[in-house]
């Protein structure tokens, strides 16, 4: 697996981000009052030569007041009409059994990974809010497991290693965190996965690509031929380093080597931790190739071909649990969309 760097959202001069992944980067009218008039006790008319002070009469005061509440009930019951639909289309199925087991929290990593927030569907996966979900799961006293839903191709390398912390949290607390790999888990989404406590995929997953790269254009003869001419005034000899306007010198290619060997290295260790294999074998497996699941099973990289359901049941057994309802903190719902 290629460890991919997403673009991050700052950059100090350089254009180098190392990512785990085996993909290419995609370039991070009124309401109407009652017709009922209200009853008000009888009172005496007295007459006054005053002029008319211009407030409103109490039983006119009423019949606005109850509009607005009629239109604010029907308001309302109307979002609940909604979000009850919208539950029926598109909430997540609950699971097989039902009982006082506890629940067991599905997790979504997809699309490509990247540091930092972004909306559900945009195709990223985003370290903020996967980790605030791996977080509230494992504070939540009715959550018993964690099973993370993963299909990416990887990502930012720091991405994966966020995700990670909180994986680690979890499984501390006593919190079995299971893998259910779908089409993809490569990279940095196999660096996730390696971590947890079992892995299931599909003989057909693709998986693996355990690796680094970072990718450095050079556009200066597009610079040159367009009349562009650049001047860098910088601190350092290197804080340029990466800039598309120039080819890099030979020191910065050493240097940015050295920079990968150390960040291939981390993914190594952990791998190898992770999945209870030792250094030189994960070695063996990590010139960035990816594995089908039937590959990654003979070579240890999962535990077991299953989906989904396959995956809730093994939490639910690490859990010691023997019964369970699916909880997924980050279904989509009305409130959500809305607010």
Known sequence: MNQDASPDSTRSGSNYHPYYSYASESQPSEPASENKAVKTE??????SSAPSSGVMPHNQKVKSNKGIWVALVVFFGIMLLVAVLFAAAFGAPSGNPVSTGGKIAVIHINGQMYTGDHPYGSGYAGSDSICSYIRAAADNSSVKAIVLR????????????????????????????????????????????SQTDYIYATPSTFTGSIGVYSVH????????????????????????????????????????QKIINDMFNVFIDDVAKGRNMTRSDVLTLADGRIYTGTDAKENGLIDDFGNLYDAADKAAELAGIKSYTLYYPDERTV?????
């Open 335 to 339: 409130s959500s969309l809305l607010f």
């Open 42 to 47: 009888p009172v005496s008319k007295k007459t």
């Open 217 to 256: 254009y050079d556009y200066s003869d597009a610079y040159d031929d367009a009349g562009i001419d650049v001047t860098m005034i910088k601190s350092g000899e290197m804080k340029d380093m990466g800039a598309d306007f120039r080819p890099m010198t030979d020191a910065e290619k050493k240097y940015m």
């Open 150 to 193: 993963i299909d990416s191709p990887g990502g930012s390398a720091s991405c994966s290693q966020e995700i990670n912390a909180e994986i680690y949290r979890a499984q501390k607390m006593g919190k079995p965190v299971v893998t259910s790999m779908g089409g993809t888990a490569a990279s940095a989404a196999y660096y996730v996965a």
